[in-house]
């Protein structure tokens, strides 16, 4: 782990600034503030009424976001938005990685992966106040309005597969060629009337296995991230700043005292350091292994409910 893998770079070689990121995505912007200015809309073609010079506005602060005026350009938007956040994000990611000056970053005998995660602790209060993300704020902003019944959340949630994937559902130790009818078809499962089980693996089987093993994984497709032991305002934080250059499809709460971020699959430069990064933020090292299950939303569990607090469907 040498240098940064997913970081921003300027042409000169140094770390380029938010601002300099947002003009090399939309063009010239009319910066108004340190943080926020107007540029040309991205979408500008597809405006069905008259364009004005601060109809687009971009914020690179906080959650980076470009706003637009019109609605008619609402697709472009949302593809350069998640272009935005996720070089963003990569830049911010950068500066876990950058030297610290403090003693422990500058010991000959420090290893890249140590200077990392010594890195890491220090800045996890950083993110848990710069990236906070309420409950309120976190349901307004899922792209799936989540109005209906909680005990239907499973079959929401597997929308997020192609239904030709082989899932396992059901109890931690419901695996092994006993329990067969546990590795079905998604297709399959959404056939059922309720959640079928307390726990889903996250990731696609091979067909015709029947023991839920990282081995037996037909493909990777998400990567959860939770902990046991930080509050939940903590650890929305710390999905809120991972969206900033992974794809955040699902938080589930659990019905107890965590809640579940469902991410797509980093690449493996980026999981190799987020392996360093999210522990020093308290995650759970357990949910690196891809075939880790994981709790179904619209189970039961001790008489509550587990259920979706935010979901994406959209394809891109």
């Keep these: 782990m040498n240098a940064p893998r997913f970081a921003a770079f300027s042409e000169t070689g140094d770390y380029a600034t938010p601002q300099q990121?947002?003009?090399?995505?939309?063009?010239?912007i009319d910066w108004q503030l340190p943080d926020m200015g107007f540029c040309n809309c991205p979408g500008v073609s597809k405006h069905t009424r008259l364009t004005g010079k601060r109809d687009c506005?971009?914020?690179?602060?906080?959650?980076?976001?470009?706003?637009?005026f019109h609605q008619s350009c609402a697709a472009d938007i949302e593809r350069v938005n998640f272009q935005l956040r996720s070089q963003l994000g990569k830049l911010r990611c950068s500066g876990l990685r950058a030297p610290l000056g403090s003693k422990a970053g500058n010991r000959k005998s420090e290893t890249p992966a140590r200077a990392l995660a010594f890195r890491a602790e220090t800045?996890?209060?950083?993110?848990?106040?710069?990236?906070q993300w309420s409950m309120v704020d976190m349901s307004e902003d899922s792209p799936v309005r989540l109005n209906g019944e909680p005990a239907d959340?499973?079959?929401?949630?597997?929308?997020?597969?192609?239904?030709?994937?082989?899932?396992?559902?059901?109890?931690?130790?419901?695996?092994?060629?006993?329990?067969?009818?546990?590795?079905?078809?998604?297709?399959?499962?959404?056939?059922?009337?309720?959640?079928?089980?307390?726990?889903?693996c996250p990731n696609p089987l091979k067909a015709g296995e029947f023991s839920r093993s990282n081995?037996?994984?037909?493909?990777?497709?998400?990567?959860?991230?939770?902990?046991?032991t930080l509050p939940k305002e903590n650890i929305t934080a710390v999905f809120r700043w991972l969206r900033g250059f992974l794809r955040l499809r699902a938080i589930v709460d659990t019905a107890g005292k965590s809640l579940h971020g469902w991410f797509e699959f980093p690449n493996p430069d980026v999981l190799a350091e987020l392996k360093?990064?999210?522990?020093?933020?308290?995650?759970?090292?357990?949910?690196?292994?891809?075939?880790?299950?994981?709790?179904?939303?619209?189970?039961?569990?001790d008489g509550?409910?587990?259920?979706?607090?935010?979901?994406?469907?959209?394809?891109?």
């Design 123 to 131: 800045a996890a209060c950083q993110v848990f106040a710069e990236y």
């Design 153 to 200: 959340d499973w079959k929401l949630l597997l929308a997020l597969f192609p239904p030709t994937d082989v899932l396992w559902i059901g109890s931690v130790f419901q695996s092994g060629e006993s329990f067969e009818n546990h590795f079905r078809h998604c297709s399959e499962w959404l056939a059922e009337t309720f959640a079928p089980g307390q726990f889903v």
């Design 304 to 316: 509550k409910i587990q259920k979706l607090l935010w979901l994406d469907l959209k394809k891109i």
């Design 57 to 68: 506005k971009v914020i690179v602060s906080g959650a980076p976001t470009i706003h637009c």
């Design 215 to 228: 081995r037996n994984l037909a493909t990777l497709r998400f990567f959860v991230v939770e902990s046991d």
């Design 21 to 28: 990121i947002a003009e090399s995505i939309v063009g010239r």
């Design 276 to 301: 360093i990064i999210l522990p020093a933020f308290q995650c759970d090292r357990a949910l690196f292994r891809p075939c880790q299950p994981v709790r179904l939303p619209g189970a039961s569990r």
